[in-house]
Structures are given as structure tokens and as C-alpha cells.
T-cell receptor, first 114, second 116 residues
Framework: KNQVEQSPQSLIILEGKNCTLQ??????????LRWYKQDTGRGPVSLTIMTFSENTKSNGRYTATLDADTKQSSLHITASQLSDSASYICVVSDRGSTLGRLYFGRGTQLTVWP | EADIYQTPRYLVIGTGKKITLECSQT?????MYWYQQDPGMELHLIHY???????EKGDLSSESTVSRIRTEHFPLTLESARPSHTSQYLC???????????????FGPGTRLTVL
């Protein structure tokens, strides 16, 4: 069964600290993995997207890694800011169909305290 | 900034009312989607479309219906709203170019629906 599991479910850190969010998936055949940031009451916004051949991608203070062999990804946030408080969603796409179906994790709720 | 719009952003209505949630995008994307999301939960696909006159049901059974008469417009309709329909509804469009690295999905801001 194709699944995407994220951990931790929630995380609280102090402003300025770093953190790492985890994503494990069983989606096959794999096409790409993306990380989204979703502010409360808003639609998700794409942070990074990685294909099978990419093992790291950065977007400002966000750095995503991908290990396609172990089917794991992480999102590292450096020098956190209050505005980083949001849900971070891992999404994996398969390539078993024309649509390229997306599988969503439940997200990690990050709270940054001053 | 994604050019995908949803209206209304918030809607509170009584049971039995007919409602239409609007979604439009100006990026010319063929593929469009509707997701339902409850607080703290993952997104569930309820409808999708490959293009004009193409609509399919998603993974989560939904009493809503959709139409795709124009590329840029993908409205969702509930004929008779019930409290169980209370949720957030997110519309998205997607562009897939040659090479998976240019597979980009854009989400609208969502409609928060409350049925009393």
C-alpha cells in the first residue's frame, strides 16, 4: 500500500533554533517528492521538489534531502523564525499512471516560540 | 505567486442549501483538482480533471459534483449541504512538463465551509 508517514506529528522550537522534519514513504514506482508549507487556513505552498536522481535541494533556509534507497526524506529548517510556524507536508508522486498520483502525509505542525 | 483563486474564502450556510465553490486559474493548466482537508489531517482527493469536459472522482467519496467547461474554471457543487460537509476545500492545478522535475502543483487559498 502506498503511504507517506511524517514525524514528528508536532514540534515546538525556540526562535533561531534549527529543526529537522522526517518523511518516510512506500510509494512505488517513485517519481518525485515535494515538501509544502501550509499556514493555518491557507493552501499549501511548494518549498522543494526532488526527483529520484536528486538527494538534496535548498530553498533559502529550507534544505530537503532524499534517500531513494531507504525511501526517506528530511526537511531541515535553519535559524527558525516566527513565520516558520505552519504545517509542513510531504507529498510523493508516483509514475504509475498518466495522472502521476500524489500521496500526502499528514504533516508536521511546527510552532516557533519567541 | 500562483495564479489560482477560490471564492468564497469562508462560507457558513444552513443544512439543505445548494452551494457552489468557485475555483479558477489563469496559468492554462490542464489538470485541476479538488481536495478536502479536516483540521490536522491530510488532504484527500475528491475530484480531478485532465482537461475540458473531463472529470473523475478521487479517492474520498464525496456527494459533491464538479464541472469543467472551460480550462480555467473548475467549480464544485453541493446540491444539499449537510453538517458532515463541514471542512476546508482546496483547489489545485498542475503543470507537468517533460521531466518530472518540472511537475508543479499550485494550490488555491481554500474555502472554509461550515454547514449548520
Amino acid at each position: 500500500k502506498n503511504q507517506v508517514e511524517q514525524s514528528p506529528q508536532s514540534l515546538i522550537i525556540l526562535e533561531g533554533k534549527n529543526c529537522t522534519l522526517q518523511c518516510n514513504y512506500t510509494v512505488s514506482p517513485f517519481s518525485n517528492l515535494r515538501w509544502y508549507k501550509q499556514d493555518t487556513g491557507r493552501g499549501p505552498v511548494s518549498l522543494t521538489i526532488m526527483t529520484f536522481s536528486e538527494n538534496t535541494k535548498s530553498n533559502g533556509r529550507y534544505t530537503a534531502t532524499l534517500d531513494a534507497d531507504t525511501k526517506q526524506s528530511s526537511l531541515h529548517i535553519t535559524a527558525s523564525q516566527l513565520s516558520d510556524s505552519a504545517s509542513y507536508i510531504c507529498v510523493v508522486s508516483d509514475r504509475g499512471s498518466t495522472l502521476g498520483r500524489l500521496y500526502f502525509g499528514r504533516g508536521t505542525q511546527l510552532t516557533v516560540w519567541p | 505567486e500562483a495564479d489560482i483563486y477560490q471564492t468564497p474564502r469562508y462560507l457558513v450556510i444552513g443544512t439543505g442549501k445548494k452551494i457552489t465553490l468557485e475555483c479558477s486559474q489563469t496559468m492554462g493548466h490542464d489538470k485541476m483538482y479538488w481536495y478536502q482537508q479536516d483540521p490536522g489531517m491530510e488532504l484527500h482527493l475528491i475530484h480531478y480533471s485532465y482537461g475540458v469536459n473531463s472529470t473523475e472522482k478521487g479517492d474520498l467519496s464525496s456527494e459533491s459534483t464538479v464541472s469543467r467547461i472551460r480550462t480555467e474554471h473548475f467549480p464544485l457543487t453541493l446540491e444539499s449541504a449537510r453538517p458532515s460537509h463541514t471542512s476546508q476545500y482546496l483547489c489545485a492545478s498542475r503543470k507537468i512538463s517533460s521531466g518530472s522535475s518540472t511537475d508543479t502543483q499550485y494550490f488555491g487559498p481554500g474555502t472554509r465551509l461550515t454547514v449548520l
